[in-house]
């Protein structure tokens, strides 16, 4: 109970429960886990063990009791972190007066003696001020209060409720600060990404510092900006703190005084600099030969390069090709470390808008493709002669929302089939007991004795509706399941010691529950982190079919891998996040073959090309069908840059950062090996720059191009068609580089116009993609490196997470989504952007 503070308390503070925090910053979205902080001062004489327990309703009507252990002491307030699973809705607001109890009782033995204190909740009853995000909108969260360019994220454009460019929107959380972080990392659940401008690591309890390894480990993205002055994060000079496992060991130089306008070209799409002789100060990295860690330059200065052979040649004393961030995966997710103070850099005003840009700056880092512009930007667009801007998309898609889920873990064939065998049943005895039986009555001339003949028959009837449903009740428990299994698989001689390497698991499943009563449901794993089981409801409303029999379970703070539910002879649905590694029992993953290996050759040339060859087999339980190729090569997208001066036209727009390859294979059985080059690299070493074949065209063409031509009939809903959910699937693993909605309209013919033939013709060449769920399960970041990624669907497989129900695990059967990433190497001659 480390995380667990007692504090004085005031002499005028009065005893009871205060909601101090709701959400990490104060930030949280309906269906999410949150975190929220506590307040506690129990009249007691002495030192006592108590439960704080918070009472939350669950999707499907009962209430979940979740429970921390603390001790209370006289005059003395303590503070905790308490984490729990928010009811979805429809909109954040609905939850603002949301009514929560949260009770402390008294503790011995385990159990519960008598009760201390107790309050009403709601988000809106928090003292620190919070802010419920919206199910569709993505979330940053900012230690500190900087803004760095970000806005343009954030910002619907002319009261409409989205971004022209954009698939979403992206809620900027600020104000978050070290000594206030959760110490699990649920807490941080609702963040994609969190950047640190402000506050000392060493501010940081052991806990918070544990839950956010693991929250990255999980796939979380933390971004480190090194302020201007003083090294908090002794990444110049070495020093100690709770995050330092996550620190580069390149070497690092302070340099002052750089020209902010040798950085415009990796910082923003134009020139216009406001004071044209402003500096900053800067940090660089370089690689060392004792540099144990695996990173990986991120962003670098810009570098003239040979015309015969594509390498760079940097000045000499130059910062040609210098290297501004650096980063490195960690699990599945990554840390990236950046030596250019953003937050100073935005506060000084040198452009409109700001400085850096959010797309040309952030977009690497942040794991995106899409335009970000300014609102007099977008406005410019409009009132051009012709109108240039795009307003609105006539295709749109909702990728299913829980319904695509639903329709997977859904136990419904049972049910139907019962639903109908009682209709059936219902229908001959009214036939029996009505009009057939009286016309076989009237023939016999037997009219007398319909009474009698009623009653045997509704007694037959009966018995017979007893006995069939006796028999045709399930008491077999069992699980219909969605698993996206995710893992990264280096070579042995690349694995990394300090680094941990657990396979990845989001599952959602249906557990029959037989019987009545209290029935564990857990999921099992040997790994040390924080697996979580708890009940799901299809967003954004949740359950509409909810229990009508409301009932408690418990949720301890210490063993949320397993939920002690009311079974009431049905099935309940739940969702799990879990990190282990796969029985080999249950099949072997892709990997790569000993004797021929992955190779990335990349051959220099005015024009670089590049081929990946190897080979790789799997062991499945199963055949892999509708199988995923893309390969992410070294080879950089050029940076975006506005196209002419009289309009912001960006070109190249919405490219995807690394240029790449996207194939597809029907079938890939068990034990059949794949060449790659045989099916990336049929013609030999290409330079990708032909849109054919491309990742950017591929996602297109797949993911686009069936909305745009209306392929499926029903744009508009998410009602679920058996030939859409893997390409929904497909989409939510792949959410941040979609193709974006097209926003600019090419000037019509015959016009003149600035850039007249960027853009599409009409809102009938756009789609706009929202999502509500499978957040966790985005691979976009993967698409920002060298890599291969093999994805593919295993059908009525068993669940490679191990669940267990009453100790048991029972048979289980559903669609699993098999995820490899294989990393491959970073070749930094040709990381850096090529100066103009």
């Not at 990255?216 to 496992?245: F, Q």
């Not at 859904?410 to 016309?439: E, H, K, N, S």
Request: net charge neutral; aromatic share 8%.
């Amino acid at each position: 109970m480390a995380s667990v503070a007692a504090i004085a308390a005031p002499a005028t503070a009065q005893d009871g429960i205060t909601l101090e925090w709701f959400g990490a910053g104060g930030m949280w979205r309906p269906g999410d886990w949150v975190g929220a902080r506590f307040t506690v001062r129990c009249d007691v004489d002495e030192s006592t063990p108590a439960q704080l327990v918070w009472e939350v309703r669950d999707g499907q009507g009962d209430i979940a009791e979740h429970e921390r252990r603390i001790v209370v002491d006289p005059g003395s307030m303590t503070r905790a972190w308490m984490y729990a699973q928010l009811p979805p809705a429809s909109q954040a607001r609905m939850l603002d007066d949301a009514v929560m109890v949260v009770r402390v009782y008294e503790e011995r033995g385990g159990a519960r003696v008598r009760e201390l204190a107790a309050a009403r909740i709601s988000p809106r009853s928090a003292e620190q001020p919070n802010l419920g995000v919206e199910v569709e909108h993505d979330l940053i969260g900012v230690l500190g209060q900087a803004r760095m360019g970000l806005d343009a994220l954030a910002t619907p454009y002319g009261g409409t409720p989205y971004i022209p460019s954009m698939n979403s929107i992206t809620a900027i959380g600020r104000g978050l600060r070290p000594a206030d972080m959760p110490d699990r990392w649920e807490g941080l659940a609702s963040f994609g990404t969190l950047i640190w401008t402000e506050g000392s690591p060493a501010a940081l309890s052991g806990d918070a510092a544990r839950a956010i390894q693991e929250w990255v480990l999980r796939g979380g993205n933390l971004v480190i900006v090194l302020p201007e002055t003083g090294d908090p994060w002794g990444v110049v000079t070495a020093s100690d703190h709770p995050l330092r496992a996550l620190m580069p060991d390149w070497r690092a130089d302070r340099l002052d005084a750089v020209p902010v306008k040798d950085l415009m070209p990796i910082i923003s799409k134009s020139a216009q600099l406001a004071n044209p002789s402003a500096t900053t100060p800067l940090v660089v990295f370089r690689e060392t030969k004792s540099a144990r860690t695996a990173w990986d330059p991120l962003v670098l200065m810009p570098v003239k390069r040979a015309r015969s052979t594509g390498l760079p040649e940097p000045r000499e004393g130059s910062l040609d090709g210098a290297t501004l961030a650096v980063q490195r995966t960690w699990g599945h997710g990554q840390v990236t470390v950046l030596g250019l103070d953003v937050d100073a850099l935005h506060r000084r005003a040198l452009q409109p808008g700001g400085l850096p840009q959010a797309d040309i700056f952030w977009n690497r880092i942040l794991a995106r493709r899409a335009d970000a512009l300014t609102t007099t930007e977008y406005d410019a667009l409009r009132d051009a002669k012709p109108g240039r801007l795009l307003e609105g998309t006539s295709a749109s898609t909702d990728l299913g929302r829980g319904e695509l889920v639903s329709s997977i873990i859904g136990m419904r064939g049972q049910a139907a089939l019962g639903i109908l065998g009682a209709f059936g049943l219902f229908l001959t005895y009214w036939l029996v007991a009505g009009p057939a039986g009286f016309a076989f009555l009237k023939w016999k001339g037997w009219e007398r004795h319909a009474w009698v003949a009623f009653a045997v028959t509704a007694l037959v009837f009966g018995a017979g509706a007893w006995t069939i449903g006796g028999l045709t009740r399930s008491t077999q428990t069992r699980v219909q399941h969605l698993t996206v299994l995710d893992a990264v698989r280096r070579p042995a001689d690349q694995e990394r010691r300090e680094e941990p390497v657990y396979q990845r698991a989001s599952v959602w499943f249906s557990a029959f529950l037989p019987g009545y009563g209290r029935t564990p449901v857990s999921i099992a794993g040997d790994a040390p982190v924080r697996n979580w089981i708890s009940t799901w409801s299809p967003p954004p409303m949740g359950s509409i079919d909810r229990f009508p029999d409301s009932a408690r379970y418990s949720v301890p703070l210490d063993a949320p891998a397993t939920l002690n539910l009311p079974a009431r002879a049905t099935s309940t649905e739940l969702s799990a996040s879990w990190l282990g590694v796969v029985d080999a029992r249950w099949g072997s993953l892709p990997a790569a073959d000993d004797a021929r290996p992955l190779v990335q050759d990349v051959i220099p040339g005015a024009s670089p090309r590049v081929r990946l060859s190897g080979v790789l087999s799997h062991a499945l339980p199963a055949t892999l069908r509708d199988v995923r190729l893309l390969y992410v090569s070294p080879l950089r997208a050029p940076l975006p840059r506005f196209a002419t001066r009289a309009l912001p036209l960006v070109e190249p727009s919405a490219a995807i950062p690394n240029l790449g390859k996207f194939a597809i294979i029907p079938e890939w059985p068990a034990g059949t090996p794949i060449e790659l080059a045989s099916v990336l690299f049929p013609g030999g070493p290409d330079d990708l720059r032909s849109e054919l074949g491309s990742i950017a065209d591929g996602i297109a063409k797949r993911y686009a191009d069936p909305f745009i031509e209306d392929r499926f009939g029903v744009r508009m809903t998410g009602m679920i068609a058996a030939d859409r959910d893997r390409l929904f699937i497909d989409m939510l693993g792949l959410y941040q580089m979609l193709q974006p909605p097209q926003y600019v309209r090419s000037a019509p013919p015959g016009t003149s116009s600035p850039g007249a033939n960027l853009g599409v013709g009409n809102a009938a060449e756009s789609v706009r993609a929202s999502r509500v769920l499978g957040r966790g399960i985005d691979l976009s970041p993967w698409l920002t490196r060298p890599c291969l990624i093999v994805w593919g669907y295993l059908d009525a497989a068993e669940c490679p997470v191990p669940i267990t129900i009453d100790g048991d695990r029972p048979p289980s059967s559903g669609l699993v989504v098999v995820r490899c990433v294989f990393p491959l190497p970073t070749d930094a001659r040709f990381a850096a952007p090529e100066a103009r």
